[in-house]
């Protein structure tokens, strides 16, 4: 037996092995393509020649999760020939967060362009170019989204027909924009959603010819949709029922530093707004947004920014976490049907550090769910997943730009809140539960600083809460913090 055919005995006796295991039960308390992409019809043919339905392994979905469990298998030998990625994009797996961020600049602001932010740049890895799925073996279905799963045949339908026999099923359909219903104007036109290329490039089109724009949501679509408004100098004006920005991790002081620095860049904010209806024109294009109170505020362009779910259908038979949502897997993304797992923004995980059952719609864990479910898959990695949560946001970083947003946040939001700092650009807020740090979030750090955020939110170090208070700058309170440690 030669070296490489024992190696692929090996993975796939491993690979056996992984999926024989009971699963794990716990349960825990758009116009078309913009000229500078790539066109989707030069690749809708298939990358390696399968001579019937059957593949070993089949992807399905094409964010980033799916780009970055492509390189897993890659990094394995376990790619060429055997994987099969299918997606309803047109496009190969990409950075997903750019298109609210430097995607949606305007002409004369360096905005950020495929084949620029294809997987896996935004973690310092290889650009992963249709090209680079035809180079490794990789067969790509493009716009050919899964209709249905026969789950005892293991087989899978396509909207256009095709049957796929699998072996393995990796499920990352990621998640799905929240919509305002037809019968309130939610598919007006001049009403735009952000999910996928598509969705960013009629916007696009729009923003240039837009006026008034009103954007719906203060969370992190709609702060930092809002922020890329105010580089077009259109009049914008950011409408949410909760009585500040992004209520789900800020707290009400630091959200109100936020808040200024919008409306010290021109952005209108409504906070505590209910929204009756979108209102449209006589020539039935969206012409205003009716609120609660019976006030109309004009806009020819609304954007809506009010969350996500997670997409799964049509795999609501492998096993739904009712709770948070999602498709309910153990700490190796293993569902509870063998041989199928799920990844990314549609897998409801045991979140170890605290003991709880999460899903989170995040590109940091896309990443890493990515990789330790194909590692868990193709080896005899057992160890369970330990996510720490992580998020950020990055606005205002267009050229010309008098002032750039970056904040960083790990851990978790919970306790008594110490803020220290300015916002000169600098402030610091760490939450504490018991005398022991939970969180931080800080806002323009160095790389330095924002380095040591992870190691204090996994450690959760006892701290003097006084002696934390009466730091006298940033710096000064972060040096408190690591000498906690």
């Known amino acids: 037996m030669t070296s490489s055919v024992r190696r ?14 009971p699963p794990h039960t716990n349960s825990l308390t758009r116009p078309r393509p913009s000229s500078t992409s790539l066109p989707s019809r030069s690749f809708r043919r298939c990358y390696a020649a399968f001579a019937n339905e059957n593949r070993e392994y089949v992807i399905v979905g094409g964010g980033n999760a799916a780009g970055y469990a492509a390189r897993t298998f890659v990094e394995h030998g376990m790619a060429d020939g055997r994987l099969c990625i299918v997606t309803k994009e047109a496009y190969a797996p990409y950075e997903r967060p750019a298109l609210t ?19 896996c740049v935004g973690s310092g890895g290889e650009r992963q170019t249709p090209e680079w799925y035809q180079e490794k073996g990789i067969e790509m279905l493009y716009q050919d989204p899964v209709t249905d799963i026969d789950i005892e045949k293991q087989t899978l339908t396509t909207n256009s027909g095709k049957l796929l026999k699998y072996g393995s099923l990796i499920i990352a359909t990621g998640s799905a924009v929240s919509r305002f219903p037809d019968k309130i104007g939610g598919n007006l036109p001049g009403v735009h959603y952000i999910r996928d290329v598509a969705d960013a490039d009629a916007l696009i089109s729009s923003l240039g010819k837009a006026k008034k724009v009103v954007v719906v949501g203060g969370g992190y679509i709609g702060m930092e949709v809002a922020a890329a408004t105010v580089a077009w100098k259109l009049d914008t004006t950011i409408i949410f029922p909760e009585d500040h920005l992004l209520k789900r991790l800020f707290t009400p002081s630091l959200a109100q530093r936020y808040e200024e620095l919008y409306q010290k860049n021109g952005v209108k904010i409504l906070k505590g707004a209910s929204i009756k209806n979108l209102e449209a024109g006589a020539d039935g294009h969206v012409a205003g947004v009716k609120l609660g109170d019976g006030s109309v505020v004009e806009a020819d362009l609304v954007i809506i920014g009010i969350g996500a779910k997670p997409a799964v259908s049509p795999f609501e038979r492998v096993g739904l976490n009712k709770e948070v949502g999602g498709i309910q897997v153990d700490g190796q993304f293993r569902t509870g049907v063998p041989g199928i797992f799920a990844i990314g923004d549609v897998a409801a995980f045991p979140l170890k550090i605290y003991n709880r059952t999460a899903r989170v719609e995040h590109v940091d864990h896309a990443r890493r769910s990515a990789q330790h479910c194909i590692k868990s898959l193709l080896t005899a990695q057992t160890h369970t997943y330990d996510y720490l949560p992580y998020f950020y946001s990055r606005v ?21 809140t110490v803020e220290i700092g300015n916002f000169d650009p600098k402030v610091a807020t760490f ?36 002696k934390l208070q009466s730091a006298s700058s940033v710096e000064e ?7 906690s440690l």
Do not use: C
Not at 102 to 119: I, N, S, V
Not at 477 to 483: Q, V
């Open 8 to 21: 692929l005995a090996m993975a796939l006796s491993l690979k056996q092995g992984l999926l024989l295991r």
């Open 101 to 119: 961020k430097a995607y949606l600049f305007p002409p004369d602001k360096k905005p950020a362009r495929l084949p620029g932010f294809h997987t």
């Open 396 to 416: 205002f970083e267009y050229e010309g730009s008098p002032r750039k947003v970056w904040w960083q946040f790990f851990g978790d939001n919970v306790g008594e």
């Open 431 to 466: 939450w504490i539960e018991s005398g022991k740090l939970q969180g931080v979030l800080l806002e323009s750090g160095s790389p330095e600083e924002f380095q040591l955020l992870p190691k204090l939110a996994r450690n959760q170090p006892a701290i003097d809460k006084a």
């Open 477 to 483: 309170a972060l040096d408190i913090a690591r000498g």
